[in-house]
């Protein structure tokens, strides 16, 4: 059982380029999520989804895109990469967002560390 | 103001100490969620504990113990007999309706046991 699956795990980019994170989970989860960590800051929720077909923005999503096509997959878009979007970026996901579907008991990829010059 | 407040940057103990990692929310609603999660040096964050607001009880599991108490708004984590394989970063969350019961995250508490 493979779990939360997120490619690429390191990935430079400069100013501008674009590039998609992908994210995979094989556990049936409807709720997926996308988060960045930086020093000290913990971590920020940047767009999250309920199930395939929806999606909704999180604390900090400007620069960011997302879409759930498929129950499985919740890949991450930067359109035009920034410096502050240096980041390690994971993916969360879970059975849903209700106490009785495990609410917030997340199961993490192993984070893609971007660095933007 | 930050719903969550893990006031300790790093704490370092020899191994065997009894360690404890402090959590303060804040929230008004009356139905909410706490969370710790742990990650380790490799990176991967690993869920710990969920606790309701209704359930004030204290957890135990193995060496972990975790201390819920509303009246202070605290949510404290205690490590007895510490080991080094507990080094790790550790976050304290909150969900509450809301956000949207999405997770507000502390800025976690860095571990360092030493041998």
């Known amino acids: 059982n493979a779990g939360v699956t997120q490619t690429p795990k390191f990935q430079v980019l400069k100013t501008g380029q674009s590039m998609t994170l992908q994210c995979a989970q094989d556990?049936?989860?409807?709720?997926m999520s996308w988060y960045r960590q930086d020093p000290g800051m913990g971590l920020r929720l940047i767009h999250y989804s309920v199930g395939a077909g929806i999606t909704d923005q999180g604390e900090v999503p400007n620069g960011y895109n997302v879409s759930r096509s498929t129950t499985e997959d919740f890949p991450l878009r930067l359109l035009s990469a920034a410096p502050s979007q240096t980041s390690v970026y994971f993916c969360a996901s879970s059975l849903g967002l209700l106490a009785s579907s495990g609410a917030g008991e997340l199961f993490f990829g192993e984070g893609s560390r971007l660095t933007v010059l | 103001a930050q719903k969550v407040t893990q006031a300790q940057t790093e704490i370092s103990v020899v191994e065997k100490e009894d360690v404890t990692l402090d959590c303060v929310y804040e929230?008004?609603?009356?139905?909410?969620?706490l969370f710790w999660y742990k990650q380790p040096p490799s990176g991967e964050l690993v869920f710990l504990i969920r606790r309701n607001s209704f359930d004030e009880q204290n957890e135990i599991s193995g060496r972990y113990s975790w201390n819920f108490q509303k009246s202070t708004s605290s949510f404290n984590f205690t490590i007895t007999a510490s080991q080094v394989v507990d080094s790790a970063v550790y976050f304290c969350?909150?969900?509450?309706?809301?956000?949207?019961?999405?997770?507000?995250w502390g800025a976690g508490t860095k571990l360092i046991i030493k041998p």
């Open positions: 969350a909150l969900s509450e309706m809301d956000s949207n019961y999405q997770l507000i």
């Open positions: 556990m049936n989860h409807e709720y």
């Open positions: 929230t008004r609603d009356t139905t909410y969620y």
